[in-house]
């Protein structure tokens, strides 16, 4: 079973403008965080926001927000005021701890995101 | 700043043919990863490590070994490789000690297998 969910494959969204992408989750673990990365067409893989299962607070980083919703295990990525530079394919990954003690990162499919002119 | 630092960065290889995916980080970190990523897809854990020594598989192991002997240096290595093995490669490090310790990544390792 899939851990983490993405469900737009793609998103078009206008410049300047705000856009959502999702994400969705599975564990049973109780401490676990969610992270969000960009991947530009040259291929780095770039952090851009984190979320810890016990935080309170939705996290925030400039133009970067993550809208955690707990019961629902949705971790979805809110871009305000898109920019070109923001055409990119965006990853949400949990970090979650395994039996033997250590912890993994899983990666959900991505979603493409193409902000237009 | 070096960070995560993988060689080689494009490769061919033959069907049958063996490499080694190199990997170094410099930050000191205890984990390290290997993942895959098939075009247009996501990243899949093929092996990781929590510390010299000390290696476990991910989700797609079959096909792949690796080792551990230094806390810097994590290669990957394809036996007999196959065309299913076509996919970029990213190796990754983190430091563990706190949830909100990111994964940082190399800048990948694009390997085809004809």
């Known amino acids: 079973a899939q851990k983490i969910t993405q469900t737009q494959p793609g998103m078009f969204v206008q410049e300047k403008e705000a856009v959502t992408l999702d994400c969705t989750y599975d564990t049973s673990d109780p401490s676990y965080g969610l992270f969000w990365y960009k991947q530009p067409s040259s291929g780095e893989m770039i952090f851009l926001i984190y979320?810890?299962?016990?935080?309170?607070q939705n996290a925030t980083e400039g133009r970067y927000s993550l809208n955690f919703q707990k019961a629902r295990k949705s971790a979805n990525l809110v871009i305000s005021a898109s920019q070109l530079g923001d055409s990119a394919m965006y990853f949400c990954a949990m970090r979650e701890g395994t039996t033997s003690g250590t912890y993994k990162y899983i990666f959900g499919t991505g979603t493409r995101l193409k902000v237009l002119a | 700043n070096a960070g995560v630092t993988q060689t080689p960065k494009f490769r061919i290889l033959k069907i049958g043919q063996s490499m080694t995916l190199q990997c170094a980080q410099d930050?000191?970190?205890?984990?390290m990863y290997w993942y895959r990523q098939d075009p247009g897809m996501g990243l899949k854990l093929i092996y990781y490590?929590?510390?010299?020594?000390?290696?476990d598989k991910g989700e797609v192991p079959n096909g792949y070994n690796v080792s551990r002997s230094t806390t810097e240096d994590f290669p990957l290595r394809l036996e007999l490789a196959a065309p299913s093995q076509t996919s970029v490669y990213f190796c990754a490090s983190s430091q563990q000690i706190l949830p909100g310790n990111t994964i940082y990544f190399g800048e990948g390792s694009w390997l085809t297998v004809v």
């Open positions: 979320q810890g299962s016990y935080d309170q």
């Open positions: 930050m000191n970190h205890n984990y």
């Open positions: 490590s929590v510390g010299a020594g000390i290696t």
